[in-house]
């Protein structure tokens, strides 16, 4: 398994998210995310816990889910490497979360306490800067997704799932593609077939 320093993998996160922060920003980066082991299955956060970690994800792959009132597994968003893992939400509002963050791949993260990421943002301008920047990127994400079910038909979306998360489809269970997507199982199957017949 390769080895991965803290530094390191913030400074190459920063570089992949365009932010130039200068030395002492990065090193109070540094001082507060540790390394982290999850294996596959394992939660980083489970419905009904308060959020008051986050994460980014070095290697592997995780997604956030919640189970609806008829017992369905609904798969909201994935985190593959260079996402930031945290329920914003529920932060903010200090109230418990309401989806959980799960792996789907045995993963690499570096973690730190949302209290001590608060505390070392505040008053620094570059830093403040990175924070926007982290829910700027989860605002987006969740606006494209939620706007994806009242413009795009299902074929569309699945299409914009391809384009947003390249490669992923070879990673995820497809019944987790499908419910990300709002559709059962058979049909993506078919869509992915209608879109092979199309080459």
């Known amino acids: 398994m390769v080895e991965y320093q803290s530094d390191d993998y913030i400074a190459l996160y920063l570089k992949q998210k365009g932010i130039m922060l200068a030395e002492d920003c990065f090193t109070l980066l540094q001082n507060i995310f540790v390394p982290k082991m999850i294996k596959r299955d394992i939660y980083f956060l489970q419905e009904g816990e308060q959020s008051i970690e986050l994460a980014m994800v070095m290697k592997g792959l995780f997604r956030a889910y919640y189970i609806d009132e008829k017992g369905g597994d609904i798969t909201k968003y994935f985190y ?87 490669g992923l489809e070879k990673r995820v269970k497809q019944y987790h593609i499908a419910s990300y997507l709002g559709i059962t199982p058979v049909s993506l199957s078919r869509i992915r077939k209608k879109l092979d017949l199309n080459k």
Do not use: W
């Not at 930031?84 to 799960?102: D, E, G, H, V």
């Not at 989860?138 to 606006?143: G, I, N, Q, R, T």
């Open 80 to 166: 593959p490497e260079g996402s930031m893992l945290f329920s914003y939400k529920a932060n903010i509002t200090r109230t418990n979360s309401q989806y959980s963050i799960q792996a789907l791949e045995d993963s690499e993260i570096l973690v730190a306490r949302i209290s001590d990421f608060e505390e070392v943002v505040k008053g620094n301008t570059q830093l403040i800067s990175f924070y926007k920047k982290i829910l700027d990127d989860a605002l987006v994400l969740k606006e494209e997704h939620a706007c994806s079910f009242k413009l795009l038909d299902s074929a569309e979306r699945y299409m914009q799932f391809l384009a947003q998360y390249p």
